[in-house]
């Protein structure tokens, strides 16, 4: 049993379900674009930053310069920038629930659109993980959630996981650090300009609003995306995927923490149905893998 990469999996769930706490925080004081556009200008600075000191440079290959336009504009921009709007009129836990959802989108796009084989057990998760969202999504719907708030983060986790498709390997290249700093800066540019077309900029200065928005810059931003590609790199990228599956239970933890959310029985059941789902997902993945490298 690896430890060490057991201890990096969790932790990278745990930093990434807990931006949506966060996120809800800054988001009470500040306008949610202008803020995100900030908190990716501050991260691709420092991204930038450590990959010039770690000897990296700006000569990418075309692939990851590709990547840097598709992540910076569905990850940065639109992933995040729609869960920050979003995340202003629904919970912290059910937008990390929703986002949770990505493997399972990714595994059904590649599947209807690319011909990618899905063993049973991929299929069986497929069909859990709906219906784990179709019951956390009955219940608070009923008790009155916000149906613009859920559609925004819907198209959010789907645009994630189009440019989960569209750029694998595409870091294979190296200058990893300077790839996510540079996917920084197109956020921050692109969700600039959504923010003066759209957005009064006031703000509320808080202590709480700056320790949120340092936490977000630097933990979820940059510490996890750091720790995720040392996975990778460490035990490969099905079975670091894995480790979503915990995604749904760390982000209803931290909200219900730190935001004293409300979490029924129903969100439980759900979460807990979500997480198998996307286990089943992730390790018909790592069957077939096997398979193919026989």
Request: glycine content about 10%; hydrophobic content about 60%; aromatic content about 8%.
């Amino acid at each position: 049993m690896d430890i060490r990469a057991i201890a990096m999996g969790l932790a990278f769930a745990f930093m990434w379900s807990s931006a949506f706490a966060s996120a809800r925080m800054i988001v009470e004081d500040a306008p949610p674009l202008a803020a995100l556009s900030v908190r990716f200008l501050l991260s691709g600075l420092i991204g930038v930053g450590l990959a010039h000191a770690l000897g990296q440079n700006w000569r990418l290959t075309p692939g990851q310069w590709r990547s840097v336009a598709i992540f910076g504009l569905c990850q940065n921009a639109l992933y995040l920038g729609l869960n920050f709007v979003a995340i202003q009129w629904i919970e912290a836990s059910l937008a990390a629930i929703i986002a949770s959802t990505m493997p399972l989108l990714v595994a059904l796009l590649g599947w209807l659109f690319l011909g990618e084989r899905i063993r049973p057990l991929g299929i069986a998760g497929l069909v859990t993980g709906v219906a784990g969202v179709a019951i956390i999504m009955g219940s608070r719907l009923s008790g009155g959630v916000s149906l613009p708030g859920v559609i925004l983060c819907g198209i959010g986790a789907l645009a994630l996981a189009v440019a989960t498709l569209t750029v694998r390997g595409a870091s294979s290249g190296g200058n990893v650090l300077m790839i996510v700093g540079q996917q920084m800066f197109v956020g921050a540019a692109i969700l600039a300009v959504a923010s003066l077309a759209t957005e009064t900029i006031t703000v509320h200065w808080t202590q709480r609003l700056a320790l949120a928005f340092g936490y977000t810059t630097i933990v979820p931003g940059l510490v996890a995306t750091w720790v995720w590609f040392r996975l990778v790199a460490r035990i490969g990228a099905v079975r670091a995927a894995t480790y979503h599956f915990v995604n749904p239970f760390f982000g209803v933890l931290v909200a219900s923490v730190l935001l004293s959310e409300r979490v029924g029985p129903a969100d439980l059941i759900g979460v807990a149905i979500v997480a198998a789902g996307i286990l089943a997902v992730q390790l018909s993945k790592a069957q077939e893998l096997a398979v193919r490298t026989r």
